[in-house]
């Protein structure tokens, strides 16, 4: 690691002393607390084997049964796909979409990109066109939900245990295996690492600016997001292009403020209707009725399950409700150019970026509940209205706090500090 090279932190842009650290040592941003950079062993075969060993399992969890039921001697199955399909089949294809691309497209896509960086790496080539892979898995990652889907299925057995009998399939293991070998490879896998194997354009010299400046963007430097390159743009531009991976710069991200809110508006009207109509309806011989989130909460409960049920309620209302009053605050605080408190406010917007996905729990449950019990008049279980709400609340947050830019946070602080 060079010791003299500059780096900018991506959550409040201070520019900052690369320093040697300890095998698998986090440095931290000075100012914020953000994670920098870490210093781990050359793991690329490591990350390369986890993932590929990663994709087989995908492929298997795939093709194999979620769980099954034993309805009057015959057994009911489904697989992740079959759910979907059942959603679709049902005219709910919003909610099948979302679970498409959440639990099979972005994670197919995800490992998909990790082997095709790494293999050529191992085998001692370089891969073709590295800036627009590295740019689809930043985008792709944090859409990918695995982990959410194995506490998904976890509720829907204990919810499935008052339909009939209930028999995990070979999938349940297959994505919990999934699940813990992509975790793996995440840690092992670093895309700075993988730039400062393959690039073959120099860094600018940034040593020049001095030290006196506290920011990139006081220096006039870009800092890309794709590859971490900083630059300097000809003349007083206020956009310009990465000489590494080709990527659209901006000092800030363009009109953050206006589509943060515009995310969080539809989302705070959209929450209303995800807690009030009906995310599931279940129909028997001698009645019908409607499930919100909170009555499904409370059925958890009252049957035993109270650790899921503060589970499912923390993921479902508490979460989103949480998610939409701290973006709000963020917002508001930073459109009036508050310098208060600035490293808490940047400690809430990392909690909501890190919780945000949690809350398509629900969604997951209520599509392998869709999909197994239909037993005609006997019993089936429909979704309802309210479930296409909830998602676009979950999908809605999710844009709102990635259209945030928490350096404009502390662009406050530097205009007091002048």
């Not at 992509?182 to 073959?200: C, H, M, T």
């Not at 049920?309 to 923390?314: E, L, P, R």
């Amino acid at each position: 690691m060079n010791e003299t090279e500059l780096i900018a932190c991506h959550e409040c842009d201070l520019l900052q002393w690369k320093a040697p650290l300890f095998e698998r040592g986090t440095a931290r941003c000075h100012r914020c607390g953000a994670a920098l950079y870490r210093s781990l062993p050359a793991t690329y075969d490591r990350a390369l084997a986890f993932t590929l060993a990663a994709g087989i399992l995908f492929v298997v969890a795939n093709c194999f049964p979620i769980v099954g039921l034993w309805v009057k001697g015959a057994l009911v199955e489904t697989t992740l796909f079959g759910a979907v399909s059942s959603l679709y089949a049902d005219g709910m294809w919003p909610i099948a979409g979302l679970v498409f691309v959440t639990t099979i497209l972005m994670p197919a896509l995800n490992m998909a990109a990790v082997i095709y960086l790494l293999l050529p790496l191992h085998i001692g080539g370089l891969p073709q066109r590295p800036e627009i892979v590295l740019r689809v898995l930043r985008h792709v990652a944090p859409w990918g939900m695995i982990e959410v889907l194995m506490l998904a299925m976890l509720v829907a057995l204990v919810k499935l245990q008052h339909f009939a009998t209930v028999v995990p399939g070979v999938a349940i293991g297959s994505f919990g295996v999934v699940m813990v070998l992509l975790a793996a490879a995440a840690v092992s896998f670093n895309p700075r690492d993988i730039w400062a194997r393959i690039e073959s354009v120099p860094g600018v010299d940034v040593a020049s600016h001095g030290v006196n400046v506290a920011t990139a963007a006081r220096a006039g430097l870009f800092v890309c997001h794709d590859c971490g390159l900083m630059s300097k743009p000809p003349g007083h531009v206020r956009g310009g292009i990465c000489p590494r991976c080709s990527a659209v710069l901006h000092l800030r991200k363009p009109n953050s403020l206006a589509r943060t809110w515009a995310f969080l508006l539809a989302a705070m009207v959209l929450y209303i209707p995800a807690v009030l109509l009906p995310v599931t309806v279940t129909s028997t011989l001698l009645s019908a009725q409607s499930n919100t989130i909170l009555s499904g909460v409370v059925f958890l409960w009252t049957s035993g399950s109270w650790a899921l049920a503060t589970i499912v309620f923390i993921a479902s209302i508490v979460v989103p409700m949480l998610k939409i009053l701290s973006l709000a605050y963020l917002a508001w605080s930073t459109q009036l150019r508050s310098s208060l408190m600035p490293r808490k406010r940047t400690r809430i917007y990392r909690w909501v970026e890190l919780v945000g996905r949690w809350s398509m729990l629900d969604i997951y449950v209520i599509t392998i509940l869709v999909a197994l019990v239909q037993f005609g008049s006997v019993a089936t279980i429909d979704a309802g209205p309210g479930s296409i709400a909830f998602g676009a609340v979950v999908v809605l947050t999710m844009f709102a706090a990635l259209s945030f830019d928490p350096r404009l946070i502390w662009d406050a602080v530097e205009s007091e500090s002048e």
